[in-house]
């Protein structure tokens, strides 16, 4: 049996290789194709045991296909914002059909996505992209580890975007030395600066919001004098009718009586008068000697009473001084809106009145602020540094839903010079019609806009299985799952052992060129070898027959 059965060894080695060819030559033919993973040959023997040592039996070969599906292709950049390709382990979600609710899952290295005409996403290979829908909120589905939460990737706007402002802000310096209007301030007030900036409503439509700023005297308790007194210099009891032993007390809320004598100049005066604090040591009054010369003293915190008493027996000190007859109460008046928390102890000299106004002059809010000695603004920042005023509830009067503005004042300052707009933003557009569509690292998938918006539709999920290499090949460089390669997993890109996202790049075909040569040499020498091993078995088979 040994000269017949190295016949069939060489046929089958003859088989074996000739399945070896074959994958070289489709490995070969698909050298450009996207994604394509090549396909080696590997061999074993067929072993024919016998029961003697001193016979043989020949066995067989056979080959076996062994996937390279795990192993990375190149990365070539492409002009598309559609094509994607994934660096590292993973394969995209994609089905044959997006009309068959049955049609299954299979798995593709192959990214070079485009549009159809429906506005789906399709590789060349007809399969159509699969991947998380992204809501208003920006969320993904709660079910992301369930292959039925996918959806084929649709990136048609027929109707084009809108963007309703949602945020604003302004970045401005308010005049230091603007002429303080007497508080409260009437509501509707002449402002003394206002500035627009344009919005945008629910539907598109474009709206100049104009913030008005009014400068106001602090909401406390004043008491002001009607004596000119910049005439005083040097000790005030120098200057007829002082004395050096005219005294008077200032009381402001709980803090207090504080004895004020007029043995010193008038900055000491100031300066005996401006030292009251509370038990943290924050001010709780400020005078001074205004414009006009008139000494002016303020309670700095809103609800304290502000009251001056003699302390003399002849009442010359208030009097002296024109801030009226002793004892002189000046009441708190009611505490003003405020617009936003303070910071710190309030200054004085820094109280603006502001409101915002739709364009019929509708007062959507209005108040207070404050900004401290150095020109900043006296208010509480949230967690992210801003400072934001609520506009709730606008209604621009054209059938647009009502909206919630988020209004930043961080940027406002107080000092000295002119009124100055620095930088106005707002994060609305006007109608936009969709201009193009790109799939970042992360695998977002967003479409951009004619208004310079953008929006992320969709988020990519990766599918990772144990045994990549077990997966069943299908026609369109497609693979299914199987047994030998476990169950996928749905991964973000980036995350656990998924692959990050490459946009506007695809992968080539992981086919060396020259391995293949070499492979189809040896594979064309042994398939020749066997030839010889048939021909010479055919003539040792002759001369047997010869025999006689």
């Given at each position: 049996?040994?000269?017949?059965?190295?016949?069939?060894?060489?046929?089958?080695?003859?088989?074996?290789?000739?399945?070896?060819?074959?994958?070289?030559?489709?490995?070969?033919?698909?050298?450009?194709?996207?994604?394509?993973?090549?396909?080696?040959?590997?061999?074993?023997?067929?072993?024919?045991?016998?029961?003697?040592?001193?016979?043989?039996?020949?066995?067989?070969?056979?080959?076996?296909?062994?996937a390279?599906?795990?192993?990375?292709?190149?990365?070539?950049?492409?002009?598309?914002?559609?094509?994607?390709?994934?660096?590292?382990?993973?394969?995209?979600?994609?089905?044959?059909?997006?009309?068959e609710?049955?049609?299954?899952?299979?798995?593709?290295?192959?990214?070079?996505?485009?549009?159809?005409?429906?506005?789906?996403?399709?590789?060349?290979?007809?399969?159509?992209?699969?991947?998380?829908?992204?809501?208003?909120?920006?969320?993904?589905?709660?079910?992301?580890?369930?292959?039925?939460?996918?959806?084929?990737?649709?990136?048609?706007?027929?109707?084009?975007?809108?963007?309703?402002?949602?945020?604003?802000?302004?970045?401005?310096?308010?005049?230091?030395?603007?002429?303080?209007?007497?508080?409260?301030?009437?509501?509707?007030?002449?402002?003394?600066?206002?500035r627009?900036?344009?919005?945008?409503?629910?539907?598109?439509?474009?709206?100049?919001?104009?913030?008005?700023?009014?400068?106001?005297?602090?909401?406390?308790a004043?008491?002001?004098?009607?004596?000119?007194?910049?005439?005083?210099?040097?000790?005030?009891?120098?200057?007829?009718?002082f004395?050096?032993?005219?005294?008077?007390?200032?009381?402001?809320?709980?803090i207090?009586?504080?004895?004020?004598?007029l043995?010193?100049?008038?900055?000491?005066?100031?300066?005996?008068?401006?030292?009251?604090?509370?038990?943290?040591?924050?001010?709780?009054v400020?005078?001074?000697?205004?414009?006009?010369?008139?000494?002016?003293?303020?309670?700095?915190?809103?609800?304290?009473?502000?009251?001056?008493?003699?302390?003399?027996?002849?009442?010359?000190?208030?009097?002296?001084?024109?801030m009226?007859?002793?004892?002189?109460?000046?009441?708190?008046?009611?505490?003003p809106?405020?617009?936003?928390?303070?910071?710190?102890?309030p200054?004085?000299?820094?109280?603006?009145?502001?409101?915002?106004?739709?364009?019929?002059?509708?007062?959507?809010?209005?108040g207070?602020?404050?900004?401290?000695?150095?020109?900043?603004?006296?208010?509480v920042?949230?967690?992210?540094?801003?400072?934001?005023?609520?506009?709730?509830?606008?209604?621009?009067?054209?059938?647009?839903?009502?909206?919630?503005?988020?209004?930043?004042?961080?940027?406002?300052?107080?000092?000295?010079?002119?009124?100055?707009?620095?930088?106005?933003?707002?994060?609305?557009?006007?109608?936009?019609l969709?201009?193009?569509?790109?799939?970042?690292?992360?695998?977002f998938?967003?479409?951009?806009?004619?208004?310079?918006?953008?929006?992320?539709?969709?988020?990519?999920?990766?599918?990772?299985?144990?045994?990549?290499?077990?997966?069943?090949?299908?026609?369109?460089?497609?693979?299914?799952?199987?047994?030998?390669?476990?169950?996928?997993?749905?991964?973000?890109?980036?995350?656990?052992?998924?692959?990050?996202?490459?946009?506007?790049?695809?992968?080539?075909?992981?086919?060396?060129?020259?391995?293949?040569?070499?492979?189809?040499?040896?594979?064309?020498?042994?398939?020749?070898?066997?030839?010889?091993?048939?021909?010479?078995?055919?003539?040792?088979?002759?001369?047997?027959?010869?025999?006689?």
């Amino acid at each position: 049996m040994s000269v017949f059965g190295s016949l069939f060894t060489a046929v089958s080695g003859m088989q074996a290789q000739s399945d070896s060819i074959s994958m070289i030559s489709n490995n070969i033919a698909n050298v450009s194709t996207v994604g394509f993973k090549r396909t080696d040959a590997a061999f074993s023997s067929l072993v024919t045991s016998t029961d003697r040592s001193t016979s043989y039996s020949s066995g067989s070969a056979r080959s076996i296909q062994k996937a390279r599906i795990d192993q990375q292709g190149i990365l070539q950049q492409s002009s598309s914002g559609t094509d994607i390709a994934i660096s590292g382990n993973g394969f995209f979600i994609v089905k044959a059909s997006v009309t068959e609710d049955l049609s299954e899952p299979l798995y593709t290295r192959a990214g070079s996505f485009s549009e159809d005409s429906s506005g789906v996403l399709r590789n060349a290979a007809g399969f159509y992209l699969q991947g998380w829908p992204i809501d208003q909120d920006g969320n993904l589905p709660a079910s992301q580890a369930d292959i039925s939460s996918l959806l084929p990737v649709d990136v048609a706007f027929l109707g084009g975007l809108t963007q309703p402002t949602t945020s604003s802000g302004l970045s401005m310096n308010l005049e230091q030395g603007e002429t303080q209007s007497p508080y409260p301030i009437v509501s509707g007030f002449s402002a003394d600066f206002a500035r627009g900036i344009k919005v945008y409503d629910s539907l598109g439509a474009g709206h100049d919001l104009t913030i008005n700023f009014k400068k106001m005297e602090t909401p406390t308790a004043i008491a002001t004098g009607i004596i000119d007194l910049s005439n005083v210099t040097g000790l005030i009891s120098d200057t007829p009718p002082f004395l050096a032993t005219d005294q008077f007390s200032v009381t402001v809320g709980a803090i207090g009586p504080t004895v004020i004598t007029l043995d010193g100049t008038i900055a000491d005066m100031l300066e005996d008068i401006n030292a009251m604090v509370d038990g943290s040591l924050n001010p709780v009054v400020y005078a001074q000697i205004d414009d006009n010369g008139f000494l002016s003293i303020k309670a700095t915190n809103t609800g304290d009473n502000l009251t001056l008493t003699d302390v003399t027996n002849t009442p010359l000190a208030i009097a002296s001084l024109g801030m009226g007859a002793s004892p002189v109460i000046e009441a708190a008046p009611a505490a003003p809106i405020m617009l936003t928390p303070l910071a710190s102890t309030p200054n004085t000299e820094g109280w603006w009145t502001i409101d915002f106004r739709t364009p019929t002059g509708a007062i959507v809010n209005a108040g207070a602020i404050n900004f401290t000695g150095d020109g900043k603004l006296n208010a509480v920042e949230d967690l992210t540094n801003k400072i934001p005023i609520d506009l709730d509830n606008i209604d621009w009067g054209n059938g647009s839903n009502p909206q919630d503005i988020a209004f930043d004042i961080s940027g406002f300052t107080q000092f000295s010079g002119e009124y100055n707009v620095i930088s106005s933003t707002q994060n609305g557009a006007e109608l936009g019609l969709r201009t193009g569509v790109s799939i970042d690292e992360d695998g977002f998938v967003i479409a951009q806009f004619s208004n310079g918006q953008s929006s992320r539709i969709f988020k990519l999920a990766i599918a990772t299985f144990a045994n990549a290499n077990g997966l069943n090949e299908l026609t369109g460089n497609v693979f299914r799952e199987s047994d030998s390669s476990g169950s996928f997993n749905l991964r973000e890109a980036g995350n656990g052992s998924a692959g990050k996202i490459a946009s506007g790049a695809l992968e080539s075909s992981n086919v060396d060129l020259a391995d293949e040569f070499s492979r189809m040499i040896v594979t064309q020498r042994a398939y020749s070898a066997n030839t010889k091993v048939i021909s010479t078995a055919d003539q040792m088979t002759q001369e047997l027959l010869q025999l006689r």
